[in-house]
């Protein structure tokens, strides 16, 4: 869910190719030729699902990714984005890696229309990774240790090992999705109008102002993917059991929110959106901490922070999806998505309250560190 790097989380920029348009660009920029498109969904980007022709008559698959015009101003930040993608998956993470154009470079700014705004793209055509979407199986204790451990294990590697002279474009200060900035959603808590959710969300800001800001200094950096939802993730069953499918981790999607965070940021994030897919939400986060601590412990100042984080990262999803679906009420569905489910969730943690949350979800990490996960 990228926002370009100001605090605006999303102007008028996003591409509207047609399929023909795309397949017309995927040939006059990768040398391919299409045999098969369908749009993807997508948040303020376009994507498109593409099989080119090969020379045995079978199809290759690939997604066409064209950056909104906000984000393709900026060629370094996409670059080391990329060049991250590339790096994990030479490291043995499930991450799509790009396909050269003609002219040997991984990305390539193109004009996307006749628009008198004369708007240009940045365009690139990456593997297609196989799998389902979380969004779609659902999730079990099994899975969300294992995304748990896949979240902190991938920060990890880009944190120890991850070097390119762009690197310091993902200091993004004033990312909307960056989730230190929960405190810039002040100016966008007007989109929910004044219905009964707004105070919930005026609760979370101020709390975030006054427990989490003071404390950022102590958390231990680290670059965050940042987005891993229930959309990113993908998965294939493991076992043969359709009763009681197993799943495995198959793929990693969309890395434009990378950016500096901590630890701490990336396993409240996965929490949050793994809430959403589970009938028991409060139930998840044990599982998804377990997973995250078998790789990276957490302090005591990053867990006493962890209730605060994932409802902060509620109030972000909810209140940029308010806001840009009030920009683009043709894509309020997909907008939306979380929203279907995310407000209970968080109107849920905040009647629980922080300590019975926090008491479930150390002591289901706990059962952890004496068994295998169930």
Known sequence: MSAGDDCRPQTLTKPALGEKEAAE????????K???????????????????????????????????SGDSREPELIEVQTRAMMFLGAEGF????????????????ESGDAAPENKKYMVRLLSYLPGTPVAKTGTTAQLLFEIGKLAASLDKALAEKFHHPSVKRLHRGQFIWN?????????????????????????????????????LSSFRACINHGDLNDHNILVESSSGSLENPEYRVSGILDFSDMSYGYYVFE????IMYMMIESPDPLDVGGHVLAGFESVVPLTAEERGALFLLVSGRFAQSLVIA????????????????????????LVTMFEVG????????????RGYAHRAPA
Not at 25 to 32: A, E, H, I, K, S
Not at 94 to 109: N, R
Not at 267 to 270: L, N, S, T
Not at 324 to 336: D, F, G, I
């Open 354 to 365: 922080q300590d019975a949350v926090e008491r479930k979800w150390f002591e289901t990490a």
């Open 267 to 270: 396993v409240a994030i996965a």
């Open 322 to 345: 308010a806001h840009t679906a009030l920009l683009y009420p043709e894509n309020k569905e997909y907008l939306m998505i979380t929203a279907k489910t995310g407000w209970k969730h």
């Open 179 to 215: 989730l230190a900035n929960v405190p810039l959603l002040d100016q966008y808590i007007y989109a929910l109008g004044q219905n009964k959710y707004r105070a919930v969300v005026e609760q979370v800001i101020e709390q975030f102002k006054g427990k989490v800001i003071p404390k």
């Open 34 to 68: 299409v045999s098969w498109l369908r749009p993807l969904p997508s948040y303020d980007d376009q994507n498109f699902h593409v099989g080119v022709s090969t020379k045995h008559g079978a199809a290759d698959e690939y997604v066409l990714k064209i950056t909104n």
């Open 94 to 109: 499930p991450s799509a890696t790009p396909c050269l154009t003609k002219d040997g470079t991984i990305m390539s700014l």
């Open 25 to 32: 660009l995927v040939d006059r920029v990768f040398g391919l």
